[in-house]
T-cell receptor, first 113, second 111 residues
Framework: DAKTTQPNSMESNEEEPVHLPCNHSTISGTDYIHWYRQLPSQGPEYVIHGLTSNVNNRMASLAIAEDRKSSTLILHRATLRDAAVYYCILRPVSNFGNEKLTFGTGTRLTIIP | DTAVSQTPKYLVTQMGNDKSIKCEQN?????MYWYKQDSKKFLKIMFS???????INETVPNRFSPKSPDKAHLNLHINSLELGDSAVYFC??????????FGPGTRLTVT
């Protein structure tokens, strides 16, 4: 499985944008990029995913480099509820029912009031 | 409404005992999973079932046996519990390849 590299921790001020980087230099052409987050004492929560193009949803935006070797999760206006561990995950294309998510160590995001 | 629920939330037991963790999803999803998060917070997949059929079986001791009585339920039975089994166990479900929904977790402590 291709690996991802994320900073161990980041801090951001409340109500400011947050850019969470992820490097995945060994990504294959068919790997999807997924982001999940885990709030304290909760299960992981899906945030966003993409393949080649930038993606937006109600939670965040995903910016994918042209060579796909890196991506950035963007929280447009961080709130205290966004404090969590954010995981960048590469998911190989596979038969449905075999969707194994391989979690790394993630980035612990702290929001400063 | 709870989408993916697990019982119990906390489980404290002694080494050598047998215990079960139950998972139910009311999302109508076809695929369910079990993940283990150890004390260092690494989250690893253990099993997945699609329409009651075992799809993923990672390198897990055969003391762990998943059981899916129907596609809304995936239970995890653990025999002869060991200290190293202490962890948080998460159940998840999905209907598409893109998004998995996780339960709140079951914290298992083996003493």
């Amino acid at each position: 499985d291709a690996k991802t590299t994320q900073p161990n921790s980041m801090e951001s001020n409340e109500e400011e944008p947050v850019h969470l980087p992820c490097n995945h230099s060994t990504i294959s052409g068919t790997d999807y990029i997924h982001w999940y987050r885990q709030l304290p004492s909760q299960g992981p929560e899906y945030v966003i995913h993409g393949l080649t193009s930038n993606v937006n949803n109600r939670m965040a935006s995903l910016a994918i480099a042209e060579d796909r070797k890196s991506s950035t999760l963007i929280l447009h206006r961080a709130t205290l509820r966004d404090a969590a561990v954010y995981y960048c995950i590469l998911r190989p294309v596979s038969n449905f029912g075999n969707e194994k998510l391989t979690f790394g160590t993630g980035t612990r995001l702290t929001i400063i009031p | 409404d709870t989408a993916v629920s697990q019982t119990p939330k906390y489980l404290v037991t002694q080494m050598g005992n047998d215990k079960s963790i139950k998972c139910e999803q009311n999302l109508g999803h076809d695929t369910m999973y079990w993940y283990k998060q150890d004390s260092k917070k690494f989250l690893k997949i253990m099993f997945s079932y699609n329409n009651k059929e075992l799809i993923i079986n990672e390198t897990v001791p055969n003391r762990f046996s998943p059981k899916s009585p129907d596609k809304a339920h995936l239970n995890l039975h653990i025999n002869s519990l060991e200290l190293g089994d202490s962890a948080v166990y998460f159940c998840a479900s999905s209907q598409t390849v893109y998004e998995q929904y996780f339960g709140p977790g079951t914290r298992l402590t083996v003493t």
